[in-house]
């Protein structure tokens, strides 16, 4: 079981979109629909910004969204704003009643 | 709202066991399952495990010699024993509620706010 491979940092202007990647296997990310993905600020707990590939929970905005195309899934944060600055994680069902966290992106708000 | 409440001792001598327990308010511990994460300093997020109310668990297959989980429900609350420590276990550890419940796993919310947990003589 190995983590999922994230890009270390990604940035983007304040109003512009950014991506950031999620990839795995065919064990995981490609195998299920069960990617999810946190928010960390420095020093608080993570936050649930997407389940399932693609669902907001309550109170999430609709800037924030997910999808998946193989074994790839994707955060999109669209009209940023200086708020999102962030580490951002996914996460992956795995099989057999198990998870896998990717590595983790620093977003920077320019 | 759910909050969740790690405690435990922050320093543990390497060869010996980590102990830490999850509080659980504002919710019943029975309708989820309940789960540990952690990260070690400069890493990644690692799942380490998940309870049931029942007293089912399953852990990362990585870890899963060292690792006992158990629940109290009548306190509310949840615990994490990893043994033979190392330096490499050193981390924030997290506990987390793991839902939507209804036997599934789809997403881990809320989060306690960590408790560091560092091995060290």
């Known amino acids: 079981q190995s983590a999922l491979t994230q890009p270390r940092s990604v940035s983007g202007s304040p109003g512009q979109s950014v991506t950031i990647s999620c990839t795995g296997t065919s064990s995981d990310v490609g195998g299920y629909n069960y990617v999810s993905w946190y928010q960390k600020h420095p020093g608080k707990a993570p936050k649930l910004m997407i389940y399932n590939v693609s669902k907001r929970p309550s109170g999430v905005p609709d800037r924030f969204s997910g999808s998946k195309s193989g074994n790839t899934a994707s955060l999109t944060i669209s009209g940023l704003q200086a708020e999102d600055e962030a580490d951002y994680y996914c996460c992956s069902y795995a099989g057999s009643y198990t998870w896998v966290f990717g590595g983790g992106t620093e977003l920077t708000v320019l | 709202q759910v909050q969740l409440q790690e405690s435990g001792p922050g320093l543990v001598k390497p060869s010996e066991t980590l102990s830490l327990t999850c509080t659980v308010s504002?919710?019943?511990?029975?309708?989820?399952?309940w789960s540990w994460i952690r990260q070690p300093p400069g890493k990644g997020l690692e799942w380490i495990g998940y309870i049931y109310y029942s007293g089912n668990t399953n852990c990362n297959p990585s870890l899963k010699s060292r690792v006992t989980m158990s629940v109290d429900t009548s306190k509310k609350q949840f615990s994490l024993k990893l043994t033979s420590v190392t330096a490499a276990d050193t981390a924030v550890y997290y506990c987390?509620?793991?839902?939507?419940?209804?036997?599934?796993?789809?997403?881990?919310?809320?989060w306690g706010q960590g408790t560091l947990v560092t091995v060290s003589s």
């Open positions: 987390a509620r793991a839902g939507p419940g209804g036997g599934t796993i789809n997403w881990f919310d809320p």
């Open positions: 504002g919710d019943s511990i029975s309708t989820y399952y």
